[in-house]
């Protein structure tokens, strides 16, 4: 499985979980759902994934600091 799988899977999980509200009050309430929603999905794989290192990477690069204060 390649990375743009990977990143598919993960946005079609979060779709699932916002698509039943369609506004937020704040973009911290977003994040935050994002972020349980993240917690719940990541306890579910059991894999690690080919190239999962680079995928890391890359969004390491996008975000900095924001990601690598959860790793």
Do not use: C, H
Not at 40 to 45: D, E, G, H, V
Not at 54 to 71: A, F, K, P
């Amino acid at each position: 499985m390649d990375s743009t799988n990977i990143l598919e899977g993960l946005n079609r999980q979060y779709r699932r979980v916002t698509k039943t509200k369609s506004v937020f009050p704040s973009d911290q309430s977003l994040e935050k759902m994002l972020y349980l929603a993240s917690e719940n999905i990541t306890k579910k794989w059991t894999q690690r994934y080919r190239g999962w290192d680079q995928v890391l990477n890359q969004l390491i690069v996008l975000y900095g600091e924001r990601l690598t204060e959860y790793l």
